[in-house]
């Protein structure tokens, strides 16, 4: 098993470009999430995914939007990006019945 | 809301030494806990988690015991190595946001030779 896998791994940007971060999962995770990861900040939460079909806000969405392809997949897209979204973007998946969260290697973002 | 507050790094100490991270958090309900740690230019991995009032959780010579009382979680290691240096993040499950996790801000540990 894969677990969670992200891509990019890096990415710049310039202000008001537009970009698709990718996360997929091979465990039958119901759950998905996007965390941001900040210096001095811990990790917040963007949007998560509860189910395949559903997707809802977390503490940081603005600027962001999610799909929930498939049971597997869940991106995140920023349409028009901005420096403060300059961070490290964390995916995850939890497995029905249990609290414990499997995280992605992350994307390292830079909007310039 | 409910929130989790840990310990500022960095944490500086000698091989063998004694490890604690302080954490201690704030909710409505009966929360899981999470320890989970990250190795530089990693993703997080769990360390260790406790879902009740007096669980001790336990791994790689890591400990933490659930204390309701308290409303703590803290974080120790009897022996460190230098291989557990990363950043060490504590965690609660969130039952209002899909069980989302709330995170502490991390505290980096550096365990020199």
């Known amino acids: 098993n894969a677990g969670v896998t992200q891509t990019p791994k890096f990415q710049v940007l310039k202000t008001g470009q537009s970009m698709t971060l990718q996360c997929a999962q091979d465990m039958n995770h119901n759950s998905m999430y996007w965390y941001r990861q900040d210096p001095g900040m811990g990790l917040r939460l963007i949007y998560y995914s509860a189910s395949e079909g559903t997707t809802d806000k977390g503490e940081v969405p603005n600027g962001y939007n999610v799909s929930r392809l498939n049971k597997r997949e869940f991106s995140l897209r920023l349409e028009s990006a901005a420096p403060s979204q300059t961070s490290v973007y964390f995916c995850?998946?939890?497995?029905?019945?249990?609290?414990?969260?499997?995280f992605g290697p992350g994307t390292r973002l830079t909007v310039l | 809301g409910d929130s989790v507050t840990q310990m500022e790094g960095p944490v500086t100490l000698s091989e063998e030494a004694f490890l604690t991270i302080n954490c201690t958090y704030t909710?409505?309900?009966?929360?899981?806990l999470f320890w989970y740690v990250q190795y530089p230019g990693e993703g997080l991995q769990l360390l260790l988690k406790a879902t009740k009032a007096d669980d001790k959780g336990s791994n790689k010579g890591f400990e933490a015991t659930y204390r309701k009382e308290t409303t703590s979680f803290h974080l120790e290691k009897g022996s460190v190595q230098v291989s557990d240096s990363a950043v060490y993040f504590c965690a609660l499950s969130d039952r209002q946001a899909g069980t989302a996790l709330i995170f502490g801000k991390g505290t980096t540990l550096s365990v020199s030779s």
């Open positions: 909710a409505t309900g009966y929360p899981s």
């Open positions: 995850a998946s939890r497995q029905g019945g249990g609290n414990e969260q499997f």
